[in-house]
């Protein structure tokens, strides 16, 4: 079992930058795949950053590629989601999952409770 709690939403200019924390509970975190995803109002939940276990290989949804870094230190339970470069359409719930692998993340067994991320024009 796994807990996810994001932090570090708020509100950023466009052009800023922004970096979320996921906490991770549980002893297992370190062998997890662990990913980003966001909603915006009236759109369906959409994936936007995977890390494998290790931290070797990183996966983006082109719409962030080049802006967004996914990171994780399995020292302190935590994946980081650097944001740079918002847009108005990044503007969206963040949430943090978990799951075995990157593929089987697109349907993860763990989600945070998300957290707001408002970009202003």
């Known amino acids: 079992q796994v807990q996810l709690v994001e932090s570090g939403g708020g509100l950023v200019q466009a052009g800023g930058s922004l970096r979320l924390s996921c906490a991770a509970s549980g002893r297992t975190f370190s062998s997890y795949a662990m990913g980003w995803f966001r909603q915006a109002p009236g759109k369906e939940r959409e994936f936007v950053a995977a890390?494998?276990?290790?931290?070797?290989?990183?996966y983006y949804a082109d719409s962030v590629e080049g802006r967004f870094t996914i990171s994780r230190d399995n020292s302190k339970n935590t994946v980081y989601l650097q944001m740079a470069s918002l847009k108005p359409e990044d503007m969206a719930v963040y949430y943090c999952?978990?799951?075995?692998?990157?593929?089987?993340?697109?349907?993860?067994?763990?989600w945070g409770q998300g957290t707001q991320v408002t970009v202003s024009s």
């Open positions: 890390i494998t276990w290790n931290g070797m290989r990183q």
């Open positions: 999952a978990a799951d075995n692998t990157p593929q089987s993340l697109m349907t993860p067994n763990y």
